[in-house]
């Protein structure tokens, strides 16, 4: 039973990361993304800038979003986290064994990697967006960066915390309200950091673009610390939010199945 959840964790990060960054390369040698250098004097300091055209940004914000509905669907009675920030949430809070965390962990960041680097050898023309890496774009200042990546993986976890913990959800609507969560993030905070809110996919993209973006891995505390801030907070508040009888038994191990109540 862990093979195939671990299976399922690969499975879903790294489609998101292959589905949705191979998006972003599509849409920029289209000409609706475009990452431009600027020289210091015309900021202040160096950085680059993402300019995104409408359209452009939709369909990525679709692509990501679309991708981890499908998948959350396709593995909802398997395993479905494909987020290292939200393995961590549910085991804070006692709805996930913390033994299983470094194997989830391992397995969402191997998907991620295993993505960027197809997306590497199959895309070259990537490396006009550092092939997908996820980096503060100027003039963002690196503390709204920390703070919104934050946010937004609050936001996520709280609803996730809704769609794997509460008995009053309906699990028809899980994968789109988990999507849908992930499409209005990116569509906010995408041409400023990339939306990230998922640890293994940044992690994935800044080894992919480690030669050419090495800002990338000087960046990735941001998005490893804040998405566990931010998902670590929400499902604190989650758990107090909600009355107990509504709760779903947390599984004690994932090598045996769960009871069924009344059993």
């Known amino acids: 039973m862990l093979v195939r959840k671990l299976s399922a964790e690969f499975i879903g990060v790294f489609a998101l990361v292959f589905i949705g960054v191979g998006s972003l390369i599509v849409q920029g040698t289209l000409g609706g993304i475009e990452m431009q250098a600027l020289v210091e004097k015309e900021l202040g300091k160096a950085g680059m800038v993402m300019s995104y055209k409408p359209d452009s940004l939709f369909i990525v914000a679709l692509s990501f979003g679309l991708t981890i509905a499908a998948l959350v669907y396709a593995f909802h009675a398997v395993s479905f986290h494909f987020n290292p920030a939200v393995t961590l949430g549910l085991a804070v809070v006692g709805r996930f064994p913390w033994r299983y965390v470094p194997a989830y962990w391992l397995a969402q960041v191997l998907g991620a990697v295993f993505a960027g680097i197809l997306i590497w050898g199959l895309m070259p023309e990537g490396v006009n967006l550092n092939f997908g890496a996820t980096i503060v774009a100027a003039p963002t200042p690196l503390p709204f960066a920390f703070i919104a990546e934050a946010i937004l993986t609050f936001l996520l976890m709280l609803v996730f915390m809704s769609v794997a913990t509460d008995k009053r959800f309906p699990s028809a609507a899980s994968g789109?309200?988990?999507?849908?969560?992930?499409?209005?993030?990116?569509?906010?905070?995408?041409?400023?950091?990339?939306?990230?809110?998922?640890?293994?996919?940044?992690?994935?993209?800044?080894?992919?673009?480690?030669?050419?973006?090495?800002?990338?891995?000087?960046?990735i505390w941001l998005y490893i610390l804040a998405p566990a801030i931010g998902a670590i907070a929400a499902a604190f508040l989650y758990e107090s939010l909600r009355p107990k009888e509504f709760a779903k038994s947390a599984p004690e191990d994932l090598t045996v199945p769960l009871r069924v109540e009344g059993e």
């Open 176 to 219: 789109l309200a988990i999507g849908l969560t992930i499409i209005v993030a990116y569509l906010m905070l995408g041409p400023n950091t990339g939306a990230s809110l998922n640890p293994a996919r940044s992690i994935g993209s800044a080894i992919a673009a480690i030669q050419v973006a090495p800002e990338a891995i000087r960046q």
